[in-house]
């Protein structure tokens, strides 16, 4: 009964391992994404953060 349910783990397994990995390699590769991909790869270079404010560092719990 073992070998049975092993051998029927392992090749179903398998086989929906492939079909989760070439669904989120589609994905990956989607034209449609490309654009939405490019600005979270950009996200890390903008500057356009603001000065850290001596109010923002307070802490309000405790005053």
């Known amino acids: 009964m073992y070998s049975i ?5 392992q090749t179903w ?16 590769l ?7 991909f490019d600005e979270a790869a950009r996200l890390p270079l903008n500057d356009d953060d603001a ?3 001596e109010d923002a ?6 005053v």
Do not use: C, V
């Not at 349910?5 to 783990?9: G, I, T, Y």
């Not at 560092?57 to 405790?62: I, Q, V």
């Open 13 to 28: 397994g398998m086989l929906l391992f492939i079909l989760l990995f070439t669904g989120a390699l589609a994905y990956a």
């Open 5 to 9: 349910l092993s051998s029927f783990a």
């Open 57 to 62: 560092n307070e802490d309000r719990a405790h």
């Open 51 to 53: 000065p850290i404010t």
């Open 30 to 36: 989607w034209p449609r994404n490309q654009k939405r």
